[in-house]
């Protein structure tokens, strides 16, 4: 029972860590790359699509990225949705391949990402203090239906609180990583 309840929380701490992840990656650093563009979804005859299912991405330089439609008929949804995502980038078409050229990386718009990682970072915490609590109240629940005695719940909590120490620490680490490579010029 106990095992259950922290192997669940556990792997759900992994879920959060790794989503985590996946947002930090979505923040542009030093070079441009194709997880940049993972949140963006393209209206393709009427349905709702990733980008990344609909072309291919280059990057020939570090501040240019070259995007390829599987199909040029959903080009200009595509420009319109990157147009209108966050990436502060006016992207151009010659036909064939949109063409996406992000401008260098001023010091304020530096400082702005490391904020917006932190705040990521911050969710990502939070995430994995709300299994933390979850999972706890669902040990405080065994021990109050008698299914586990006093000293079980606890050492059990003491498992729970290291794997929570654990999945922050790494949250922090990743935004360790990413703002030193912002910072980096």
């Known amino acids: 029972m106990i095992n259950d309840i922290l192997n669940e929380a556990d792997g759900k701490m992994d879920k959060s860590v790794e989503a985590t992840r996946e ?14 563009f993972n949140k963006i979804v393209v209206d393709y005859y009427g349905s709702p ?17 070259l995007i390829a439609p599987y199909d ?11 147009r209108d995502s966050d990436l502060g980038v ?20 530096r400082k702005e990402y490391i904020k917006i990682s932190r705040h990521k970072a911050e969710e990502g915490r939070v995430a994995v203090r709300n299994l933390r609590r979850t999972a706890k109240q669902h040990l405080e629940r065994l021990e109050k239906d008698g299914e586990v005695g006093q000293d079980d719940l606890t050492g059990a909590e003491k498992r729970l609180d290291g794997l929570t120490k654990k999945h ?18």
């Open 72 to 82: 040029q008929g959903a080009m200009h949804n595509i420009l319109k949705a990157i």
């Open 23 to 36: 947002e930090f990656a979505a923040i542009r650093a030093g070079r441009v790359n194709p997880s940049m």
């Open 168 to 185: 922050t620490d790494a949250i922090d680490e990743m935004l360790k990583h990413k703002e030193a490579e912002l910072l980096e010029v």
């Open 49 to 65: 699509t990733p980008l990344q299912q609909l072309a291919s991405f280059t990057a020939p330089e570090a501040r240019i990225i």
């Open 90 to 109: 006016n992207p151009a078409d010659d036909g064939k391949v949109i063409r996406c050229v992000f401008p260098e990386l001023t010091e304020e718009r």
